[in-house]
T-cell receptor, first 115, second 115 residues
Framework: DTGVSQNPRHKITKRGQNVTFRCDPISEHNRLYWYRQTLGQGPEFLTYFQNEAQLEKSRLLSDRFSAERPKGSFSTLEIQRTEQGDSAMYLC?????????????FGSGTQLSVL | AQTVTQSQPEMSVQEAETVTLSCTYD???????LFWYKQPPSRQMILVIRQEAYKQQNATENRFSVNFQKAAKSFSLKISDSQLGDTAMYFC????????????FGKGTKLTVNP
């Protein structure tokens, strides 16, 4: 159990560029979540996967955002045509879901700064 | 929709003393879970304690305990024998049983433990 790994830790980009983040969950965890955290706020849910299926997307996830989890392992979150309002920390979490309110294990996040 | 409110943006406590962080939530659900997560400067969200709503007994994890008042929709965290390493942001979170089981977070309380 090596924990949830996120890369990169920091990303600085110019407005209008595309960025992609990666999340490697704890092995054998069947659920993977993406959250966004802005300064002074708690994390907000963006989307989640059960295995390779994306089962729910928040209204926060505009059509510039896309997430994938091929083969039910790692996941990527891509933001196209970044805007300054996208600046935030993007957190990934995973769990072994059995329907009993399992604990979510979080990564250290990717801090995105859009200039 | 569920909401979580943490009314104390910042708190401080002397090392070895006890401190209580407040959290209230609003939901029409009957089956849910409540969590406290800690976020130190390293940014990784770390689970502190978990409470199942159907259990009347308050959860305890070493120096951490909760006071769960279901009727009042209150879920406070007590930290005993505070240590310098407890300095962090603390987030209260709600999880509805079933479906996505995503976490809904409060805005957090910044706790500083002073030597």
């Amino acid at each position: 159990d090596t924990g949830v790994s996120q890369n990169p830790r920091h990303k600085i980009t110019k407005r209008g560029q595309n960025v992609t983040f990666r999340c490697d969950p704890i092995s054998e965890h069947n659920r993977l979540y993406w959250y966004r955290q802005t300064l002074g706020q708690g994390p907000e849910f963006l989307t989640y996967f059960q295995n390779e299926a994306q089962l729910e997307k928040s209204r926060l996830l505009s059509d510039r955002f896309s997430a994938e989890r091929p083969k039910g392992s790692f996941s990527t979150l891509e933001i196209q045509r970044t805007e300054q309002g996208d600046s935030a920390m993007y957190l990934c979490a995973s769990s072994l879901w059995t329907g009993a309110g399992e604990k979510l294990f979080f990564g250290s996040g990717t801090q995105l700064s859009v200039l | 929709a569920q909401t979580v409110t943490q009314s104390q943006p910042e708190m401080s406590v002397q090392e070895a003393e006890t401190v209580t962080l407040s959290c209230t939530y609003d939901t029409s659900e009957n089956n849910y879970y409540l969590f406290w997560y800690k976020q130190p400067p390293s940014r990784q969200m770390i689970l502190v304690i978990r409470q199942e709503a159907y259990k009347q007994q308050n959860a305890t994890e070493n120096r951490f305990s909760v006071n769960f008042q279901k009727a009042a929709k209150s879920f406070s965290l007590k930290i005993s024998d505070s240590q310098l390493g407890d300095t962090a942001m603390y987030f209260c979170a709600f999880m509805r049983k079933g479906g996505s089981e995503k976490l809904v977070f409060g805005k957090g309380t910044k706790l500083t433990v002073n030597p």
